[in-house]
């Protein structure tokens, strides 16, 4: 009965997008204000019935009704409640569901909450959000029905990937998922202000806290994203340049892009005719990376197997939709008025550099990302790993760090540089002071984490600037965001340097009472003892670590085994244990025994890293996304709002 | 300066830059890019000896030998139509068994052997073993270094 209803909701949900598109579109073509007020009801419904249909997936989940196939690929009656719950999402037909229901839902608060634009330009925005859904709801209805039924109910299902069960990773897809979402709200604000010729600070600021949102979202995806890959594969990485970590960070690198062209359109009501080119390229990248993902052309940890058929479906409604968007570009382009003047010496002309370079780093990392597919399209199999995006996108997001230094110390529309001739020399010296310390005491470093290290010290003290000379308390939120977001860059980036450029690794097989040596730590092995988890089995060892001052910490390694399901074979997950210290994280890793001749077993395979500063990277993510938040709420002015209703209460209390 | 030639400059700026970029690119990719190959075509003496590649094959049964030092192993790694003696010191992935899929990253010895120094296990949802002879699909990037 629930995955009838389901389905039945969705159709529904699906019928109400049809009535948002064409009410609009009759409404911009006739201007019967009648028609206009059914727009906004109609996508707040479409919202609401369409979460509702993703409850009754989750309903499904929970209860283990093994009549659904979609439970039965992906659940198990014995899987603790939180990975039942998630996987309702952790699958193709049921991420697609997930998809919709953002996209509904921010459908609903653009249709309740935005007072900003002009009544018509909104109800575009609408009809393009509903064009949007319209194509979703065509795609999971009739090629990946997550409410299918199976004609006769198999006793359990087959589980979920033990590799996945991990309480991060439950949360990572719906994260990313908002995040590309947003950027879809934003392609339909663009589609909206195109269609009734409204393109100035208006539209611009109406589009910014979905930007703003889905960036942090984005941000915090990739950032839990990158520690999961890190704790969860045992491989001691944090970043490979696999295809899906890069169909994430593309999107990404738009949205940043887009987020300041979009402040310089809000703020100067310049680059116009870029913004809204932005937020299609956006919109279209965040289309690219689910279609690369979904339709199984690059494989990875995420991918579901996928049939052709449903790669073909995405690939015509992203042709539809980027190729319907671009047309109207070209036809609109023209009409988008001259924006403001400004000289290449500004905040404006900085920001154009910005968004050359990061739209340049977006364009070589989709580049490798897609040239292997293309390859093989030829005959050729390829794969391109982390020596060439380092070597690509390693030197321009350093060229970047740059202008993120000069950038906020410029003022709009034309500057004389003085400011930047009296505050840049501290951050200066602060960069030679990185310089020349690795130089003389760092022993041998790369070139790249190297000038990645002296960059940071100088944008960690350059992006600071900002604040200088100004009443603390009085300084707007954006500024502090903008602040905060940019140290976060300088935090992740001296991470990073750090830990590629210092990180030690001993690799052994060792006997139980053994000490190993790495960095400065002696580690101890005592032992392994099995135990056992709710689903599985486990090794686990246990390591005593103890550093130069004294101080010892115990570690727990594990290899934990899955039971196979439905008759497979057993699955095996490898739990490092980490230990974190101010100057980064020790990083254990168990392998596998290791049998003497006679059979028994008599040592165990251990791989030990020190990894300095490592966890500086995610710091900056989190340092970023704050940031990033901070700006949100000053520009959704909740703290003015509350202030002022604050001054009102004081002042009640004393009349 | 009027505002169209400032408007050319910065078009001229930034198609330079693409122009660069691409430049870039294409020299970095010719570079760092590594084919990918399976038995069979190295056996066919695509592979040069000490080039960069990856090799992409089963693990074929009973092949699996550790040495004495506990940390390195040998197998052979086979397409159906040939086999490649395998070498790799570290810790193999979890998914990493005999009849799977595997990949490799690393370089051919001059006596044959290909000697990797990363190994990536198929990782995909639902176990499924790939087609004897065709390449394992779903290949999911967990390096064992």
Known sequence: MIAELGLALLWIAAALACLSLVAGVLYIRTGKDDLAALVRPASVAQGVLTAAAFLLLITLFVRSDMSVELVVRNSHSLKPMLFKVAGAWGNHEGSMLLWLTILGLSGALVAIFEKRLRNDTLIATLAAQAALSLGFFAFLIFSSNPFKRLPIAPPDGQGLNPLLQDPGLAFHPPTLYIGYVGISVAFSFAVGALVTREIGPAFARAMRPWVLGSWIFLTLGITAGSYWAYYELGWGGWWFWDPVENVSLIPWLAGAALLHSVSVTATRNALRAWTVMLAVIAFSMSMVGTFIVRSGLLTSVHSFAVDPERGTFLLALMFIYIGGALTLFAFRAGAVAEGKKFALLSREGSLVINNLLLTTILALVLLGTLYPIVAEAMGEKISVGPPYYNKVAGPLALILCLVMVTGPLLSWRKDDGKKLWSRLPVAVFAAALVLFGLILFGGKVGVLPLLGMTVAGLVGVASLAPLWGRNLRRTPLPTWGMVMAHFGVAVALAGMGAESAFIKERLVAAAPGETVTVADFSVKFAGVKPIAGPNYTAIEGTLVATTPSGASFTLHPAARTFPGLMGGPPTETNEAALLTRPGGQLYVVLGQAVTAPDGSIDRYQLRLWWKPLVWWIWLGGALIAIGATLSLLGRAQLLEIWRARRARKSRERFA | ?145
Do not use: C, W
Not at chain 2, 37 to 49: D, F, L, M, N, Y
Not at chain 2, 54 to 69: E, P, T
């Open chain 2, 1 to 145: 300066m009027k505002a169209k030639h400032q408007r050319l400059i910065l078009a001229l700026v930034a198609l330079g830059g693409v122009a660069g970029a691409g430049v870039l690119a294409a020299s970095a990719l010719r570079d760092e890019a590594a084919y990918f190959r399976t038995p069979a075509e190295v056996k066919a003496g695509k592979a040069e000896v000490g080039e960069a590649m990856r090799l992409g094959a089963m693990v074929a049964a009973g092949s699996i030998k550790r040495q004495s030092d506990g940390l390195t192993i040998d197998f052979v790694a086979t397409d159906g139509k040939a086999s490649i003696p395998v070498q790799f010191t570290g810790i193999v992935p979890d998914l990493f068994a005999e009849n799977s899929g595997m990949v490799a990253d690393g370089r051919m010895r001059a006596d044959g052997v290909f000697v990797a120094d990363r190994i990536l296990a198929k990782h995909d949802e639902r176990y499924m073993p790939p087609q004897m002879g065709e390449m394992p699909k779903n290949m999911k990037l967990v390096p064992g270094e």
